[in-house]
């Protein structure tokens, strides 16, 4: 529960640059800023996991944006005649129960996926970032308090919140956003009230802090870009979990209402004919599995490089 | 030990209370009459008023919440809105099958995993070691109900291997032991994932100390060495993962028993949430979250009785 202040070893990368050698020069410096970059993106051209992830995640982007274009038909055509078809050139991953072409439905649902998770995971980091950094830097009864409210949040399974939650307010895009959001703060909170605390007795924060800084100048300029980077790469791997609660919570009818298409609701519908139309299900997890798979790769090359020691204890 | 018990069960005290006040609040902070919402639109004024008075809804809300907590705190959750039956004895009608699948999943999750997780450990960078990196990555990456859906479309529908629906027929061990399989395979498959990949990395850390080295110079046997001495210490923070990761278990014991049509306490809850049953709904929660409190509570206390490092940092 308790990180030491004083610990050298902090898995914060960024703080090392306070501690360059004194003879080199700035343009020494420069350069061997600008070799190190190099280094990195050659780790992360030669690592398949990070580069499969890459392109997983850029196709989910790809997907969701231009799905209007894509898409062979609208997502909520009817082809009544040909309801519950299995794959065809016509419909390359069959149809539901209405007829509806599930390719189209399965490209538009990667929007409501591409959209819950990009609200999601940035309002949850700026919001989880904001706490951290207040748990870290503020007075003592503030951080336990924090603590202890994160803690909370974090022993409530997602899932049982969720319904609970649906069973009064009934189901909604906002409600799957706000849980999505509540669950996830804490996580980042977490993460950067670690790296706060570990900066706060530092030299460059304790020099512009007896230089007459301002708390917020300080937290804005000082702590927060040595905070920012091990929490977007928690962001990234942050992704599969949204969208999988989504799907989910979509997937038992307290996410996203029909007859908007979201793989939770395709996987639904699929479910409801899993003995007549397998088709349907096989087809709305593969984006799902895909989604997850991309994002995780990704995340844990990016971690692997750029931040080695927050792999352990994982 | 002592100190570090009572601050710790201080803690899981305050985190019910909060989980209690949460539940309670969620049906009061919603606009309108508690009683209306908590029996649903098709109420009679009759069951209104009646449920009002059983709940005590004419006294102030502070009240309210005392009975309530007094209540709970006596085993009394209330009574089922259409059976009248009190909702303690519902959930304990239940628990069992949630009980039972946990178990059997977590289960052979360890058996697989643990050990998987030692052999890669031991002979890093074998085939044995990458299949189960991969492997690893593939099975946290993809969604437990995911796992559920397509177990069912495989082994139920399509091979009809084993049965789809339900917990068998009482009595009948081996019929409920087939229907255990499929929901117990799809909520595991995650944590084989989970634990190989920390179970390695603690070992591999492990396998570099000196005693290590020690009891290899005494001329031990290697796979006394690796399960007797290294595995022991390698094995804490798996057993933290595990208490933490219970909350994640419930959200997939939920998935998997609506999918497969198994009575626990997740489809006790959904149910309650689709008929609006709000009494068990809010003493399904409380139990499920109490649950995993308890468990959480559990492993930390384990985790301290074997490293006192952690005693001190609570």
Redesign the interface.
């Given at each position: 529960m308790s990180e030491n202040p004083s610990e050298p070893e902090t898995g914060i990368p960024a703080i090392d640059a306070t501690g360059l050698p004194d003879h080199m020069s700035e343009a020494e410096i420069r350069e061997s800023a600008a070799r190190e970059r190099r280094e990195k993106l050659r780790m992360f051209l030669t690592n398949w996991q990070g580069l499969t992830g890459l392109i997983l995640v850029t196709l989910f982007f790809a997907s969701a944006i231009f799905a209007s274009w894509i898409a062979p038909y609208e997502p909520n055509a009817l082809d009544v005649p040909n309801r519950l078809s299995g794959p065809t050139w016509e419909h390359l991953a069959g149809t539901d129960q209405l007829g509806r072409d599930t390719l189209s439905r399965i490209l538009h649902g990667g929007r409501v996926a591409l959209k819950i998770a990009a609200i999601g995971v940035s309002v949850s980091l700026v919001v989880g970032l904001i706490l951290g950094m207040i748990a870290g830097f503020g007075p003592r009864w503030l951080d336990s308090l924090l603590l202890l409210l994160f803690d909370t949040v974090r022993s409530f399974p997602t899932i049982v919140l969720a319904l609970a939650t649906v069973a009064l307010t009934g189901p909604s895009l906002g409600m799957v956003l706000a849980i999505v959001i509540i669950t996830s703060i804490p996580q980042y909170a977490r993460v950067a009230r670690t790296a706060t605390l570990t900066l706060r007795n530092t030299d460059f924060i304790l020099a512009e802090r007896s230089l007459g800084a301002s708390m917020g100048r300080t937290l804005l300029h000082h702590v927060m870009p040595n905070v920012v980077g091990p929490l977007l790469i928690l962001a990234a791997m942050d992704v599969p979990v949204v969208v999988t609660v989504e799907a989910g919570l979509s997937f038992l009818g307290l996410g996203v209402l029909p007859p908007t298409a979201s793989w939770g609701t395709i996987l639904n519908e699929g479910y409801l004919v899993i003995r007549d139309a397998p088709w349907m299900v096989i087809a709305g997890g593969i984006p799902l599995i895909l989604t997850t798979l991309g994002f995780t790769f990704l995340g844990e090359a990016l971690r692997d490089i750029f931040d080695p020691r927050m792999g352990k204890g994982r | 030990m002592l100190y570090y018990l009572t601050k710790r069960l201080g803690?899981s005290v305050?985190?019910i209370c909060?989980?209690v006040l949460?539940?309670f609040s969620?049906?009061h902070l919603?606009p309108g009459d508690p009683a209306t919402?908590a029996l649903g639109p098709r109420a009679t004024p009759e069951a209104i008023a009646r449920y009002a008075e059983k709940m005590h809804l004419d006294e102030p809300v502070w009240r309210q919440f005392l009975i309530y907590i007094g209540n709970a705190a006596t085993g009394d959750l209330g009574l089922d809105v259409f059976s009248d039956r009190p909702v303690t004895a519902i959930i304990l009608e239940r628990i069992g099958f949630t009980l039972a699948l946990v178990a059997a999943g977590m289960g052979w999750a360890m058996l697989l995993g643990i050990p998987l997780g030692c052999l890669a450990a031991v002979k890093p960078n074998s085939w044995l070691d990458r299949v189960t990196g991969v492997l690893s990555?593939?099975t946290?990456?993809?969604?437990s109900?995911?796992v559920s859906?397509?177990a069912?479309?495989i082994f139920a529908?399509?091979l009809r291997w084993l049965p789809a629906i339900g917990a068998g027929e009482p009595g009948d061990l081996g019929d409920q032991l087939a229907h255990l399989v499929l929901p117990a395979f799809a909520i595991g498959l995650s944590w084989v994932g989970y634990l190989a990949r920390?179970v390695r990395?603690s070992m591999l850390?492990v396998m570099g100390e000196n005693y290590i080295r020690s009891a290899r110079a005494f001329g031990l046997r290697p796979r006394r060495v690796i399960f007797g001495y290294a595995l022991r210490v390698a094995i804490l923070?798996t057993i933290t993962l595990i208490g933490m990761g219970f909350?994640?278990m419930?959200?997939s014991t939920?998935?998997a028993e609506?999918?497969f049509a198994r009575p626990g306490i997740g489809k006790l809850?959904?149910d309650?949430?689709m008929a609006?049953n709000?009494p068990i709904?809010?003493g399904a929660?409380l139990v499920?979250?109490g649950l995993?409190?308890l468990v959480?509570l559990f492993s930390d206390i384990l985790i301290a009785w074997f490293d006192p490092r952690v005693r001190e940092?609570?």
């Open positions: - | 803690l305050v985190v909060l989980v949460l539940l969620l049906l919603i919402i990555v593939g946290i990456a993809v969604p109900f995911l859906i397509w069912l479309l529908v399509h920390m990395a850390e923070p909350g994640g419930i959200s939920v998935f609506i999918i809850i959904f309650a949430v609006r709000f709904v809010q929660v499920a979250t995993y409190i959480v940092s609570l």
